[in-house]
């Protein structure tokens, strides 16, 4: 036999051995478990690719996770069923652990759970360093702690989208370390998520905010519908090491009963086509976080902001030549209160309007579920002007590309039949894309 010839038989058996573990990885049927199992050693142990399955049931027992998929072959833990009476349950009622903590996971998904009401002090889910994981379509309900914190060790594109927290005791989702310095959390997408109901019982002096990014951290906040937090629906704290700034669209925020809707401590941040309704201190508050001297590049754009406390946006250490904008936003505040406070920040200041009755600018936005697109004869409509500035978003609340002049405030009224209602308990409408970005929850889903 030549040398070419044995050259030949060696690559094709190799190819032969290739194929074969190819198959193999394509056919590997999913691992499933049941409580009885030595469920969280499985987790460990799995091999990128693999997913594992949970059987209904109720799992008691706590897990440290430090699985590790790879790009393209992440490991996937799941319920078997996302139906709400047959999700399997994580029920842990112990107080010397977290639920699950994941300590130096990367490329991991976590999808369908239904996490139990925690004693106080417990988190649901604890991220203590890790990167490139995926949270989606779980139930958090009466957790004792965080839902979901990233606080302890740096993170790297966490993923949490399409979930439910509901009547939580303490802050829904909380990313990066308050100082600033001892982690951070980046790239974060928190997306199309439904957060109802905070109010810290077990920690009467907590401030319980639906979502918070914390200083030197940043991400996407987008799609969310947050109702009753005791704190602020959504907070931002900004960077001082150049960090690009975190952007905030598409969220509808009511209720909150300490603080603004949407609280930005620093920039750079970017808010816009948000819905913000009777929140307790202005639909958007940008604050001197600590004296930290942050309110910079804060772009606040294109938002419909009605009924609020306070103020419609209230700023404070805003100067001139910072970078910030307020534009294009459509207020119908509430008896007695400004649109903005103070009344003529600095800054770029550029085609706001404030509406004196909900029926000269809106369809209804009087009974919810709201209709806050333009009415046929509103002064919001096509009074955008003309512009390039780089803080004009091409879309709107629900996706709809804007005209060369666009209306005013979150909504592009548009002529189609669309479903765009806000409010009334239900989460916000799914989003119309053209990217391959998940969608909101079902409209069908209604906070019971």
């Not at 809106?362 to 002064?379: I, K, Q």
């Not at 060369?404 to 209602?421: C, M, N, P, W, Y």
Request: hydrophobic share 35%.
């Amino acid at each position: 036999m030549t040398r070419l010839q044995r050259f030949g038989i060696s690559f094709l058996f190799c190819c032969f051995l290739a194929a074969c573990t190819f198959t193999k990885a394509i056919l590997a049927a999913p691992l499933s478990v049941n409580p009885s199992n030595a469920w969280c050693d499985i987790i460990n142990n799995a091999a990128p690719g693999d997913e594992i399955v949970f059987n209904p049931g109720f799992y008691t027992m706590p897990c440290w996770i430090t699985a590790k998929g790879l790009p393209g072959s992440p490991i996937t833990v799941r319920s078997q069923s996302e139906e709400p009476n047959q999700r399997t349950t994580f029920a842990y009622q112990g107080s010397t652990s977290n639920v699950l903590e994941l300590r130096d996971a990367a490329y991991l998904t976590i999808r369908g759970f239904s996490f139990a009401p925690t004693q106080d002090g417990v988190d649901a889910i604890r991220i203590r360093k890790a990167n490139d994981i995926i949270i989606e379509k779980n139930l958090f309900k009466g957790i004792g702690a965080v839902s979901i914190s990233a606080n302890d060790g740096d993170t790297h594109r966490i993923t949490v989208r399409q979930n439910t927290f509901k009547d939580l005791k303490y802050t829904g989702l909380y990313f990066g370390c308050h100082d600033g310095y001892t982690c951070h959390a980046t790239d974060l997408l928190i997306e199309g998520n439904l957060i109802d109901g905070i109010t810290t019982p077990f920690a009467p002096s907590a401030i319980g905010y639906g979502l918070e990014i914390k200083l030197n951290s940043y991400g996407t906040v987008r799609d969310n519908t947050v109702y009753r937090t005791k704190g602020p629906g959504i907070m931002v704290y900004g960077s001082n090491r150049k960090d690009p700034p975190s952007i905030l669209e598409g969220n509808y925020v009511e209720g909150s009963m300490t603080e603004g809707g949407i609280v930005i401590g620093g920039g750079p941040a970017i808010v816009r086509n948000n819905v913000l309704i009777g929140n307790a201190y202005g639909g958007i508050s940008a604050q001197n976080y600590g004296g930290r001297d942050l309110q910079k590049n804060v772009w606040i754009v294109h938002n419909t902001i009605i009924n609020n406390d306070h103020s419609g946006i209230n700023v404070s250490a805003w100067q001139a030549g910072r970078g910030n904008v307020i534009a294009l936003n459509a207020f119908l505040p509430k008896s007695g209160t400004p649109a903005l406070r103070p009344s003529l920040p600095p800054g770029t200041m550029l085609g706001n309007i404030t509406c004196s009755t909900g029926a000269s600018c809106f369809v209804n936005a009087v009974t919810p579920p709201y209709d806050l697109w333009p009415s046929s004869d509103s002064p919001l409509l096509d009074a955008s002007g003309y512009g390039i500035e780089p803080w004009r978003p091409l879309d709107d609340f629900m996706g709809i590309q804007r005209d060369i002049s666009a209306d005013v405030g979150a909504f592009e009224r548009a002529s189609q039949t669309l479903d765009h209602l806000v409010g009334g308990g239900y989460t916000r409408p799914p989003r119309m894309r053209i990217d391959t970005a998940p969608p909101s929850p079902p409209r069908n889903l209604r906070i019971q």
